[in-house]
């Protein structure tokens, strides 16, 4: 698995160097919007019913304002806007790397 061995907030975006060596670079506004949390992206029951999230996509002039590696699995981002229960796994900032 592949880690985080660097993260630095570069102007308005994360950067993330890999155990790897690669890089990759995250704009603040699109992180935050990507935040995995449920007050973000809601929750599924048992029934598949979604209950929750806010829908909000744009968070324009949102910064990140610190993180916290959480164990050796995830980070949580701290956003200038309050924000700060989502968790995101190291497969999960990869994935978001994967879709640009």
Same mark, same amino acid.
């Given at each position: 698995m592949k880690k985080?061995?660097?993260?630095?907030?570069?102007?308005? *975006?994360?950067? $993330?160097?890999w155990s790897d060596g690669t890089e990759s670079?995250?704009?603040c506004d699109q992180?935050?919007?990507?935040?995995p949390s449920a007050e973000?992206?809601? *929750?599924?029951? $048992?029934l598949g019913q979604k209950h929750g999230g806010d829908n909000?996509?744009?968070?324009?002039?949102?910064t990140v304002v610190g993180w916290q590696y959480?164990?050796?699995y995830a980070v949580r981002f701290d956003f200038s806007d309050g924000h700060r229960t989502g968790l995101y796994s190291y497969d999960y900032l990869?994935?978001?790397?994967?879709?640009?």
């Amino acid at each position: 698995m592949k880690k985080p061995v660097n993260i630095q907030l570069i102007g308005q *975006e994360i950067g $993330i160097v890999w155990s790897d060596g690669t890089e990759s670079f995250y704009p603040c506004d699109q992180l935050r919007a990507a935040s995995p949390s449920a007050e973000t992206q809601g *929750e599924r029951d $048992i029934l598949g019913q979604k209950h929750g999230g806010d829908n909000q996509r744009n968070f324009s002039g949102v910064t990140v304002v610190g993180w916290q590696y959480v164990g050796n699995y995830a980070v949580r981002f701290d956003f200038s806007d309050g924000h700060r229960t989502g968790l995101y796994s190291y497969d999960y900032l990869l994935n978001l790397t994967a879709q640009k």
